[in-house]
């Protein structure tokens, strides 16, 4: 799976090409960890939990579990992804 949108509440992945996820696997509610590198020049390793919001075959929308929101790592990237597509 990868991650198709990040916010500092949470995020959304999707299935690696031809794939599907099984929502027998998952129900809203569930806590799962999620485990991902950003994009960065130092592709910094980001551990979290979060809770499923929406399930289906195409993506897993989840919400970081309150403890984890507010990540200053996550924020900074974001600001500069954001940055780097105004400049472009």
């Known amino acids: 799976m ?3 949108d990040l916010s500092t509440g949470g995020l959304k ?19 799962i960890l999620v485990v991902f590198h950003l994009r960065d020049k ?10 499923v919001k929406h399930i289906s075959e ?16 996550i924020s900074s990237y974001i600001l500069n992804q954001r940055h780097h597509q105004a400049i472009m």
């Open 42 to 51: 130092d592709e910094t390793h980001i551990e979290k939990i979060a809770h």
């Open 58 to 73: 195409d993506y897993i929308g989840a919400e970081f579990d309150e403890s984890e929101q507010g990540d200053h790592t």
């Open 2 to 4: 990868g991650v198709v």
């Open 13 to 31: 992945v999707e299935p690696n090409k031809k794939r599907t996820i099984r929502t027998s696997d998952y129900y809203p509610d569930d806590r």
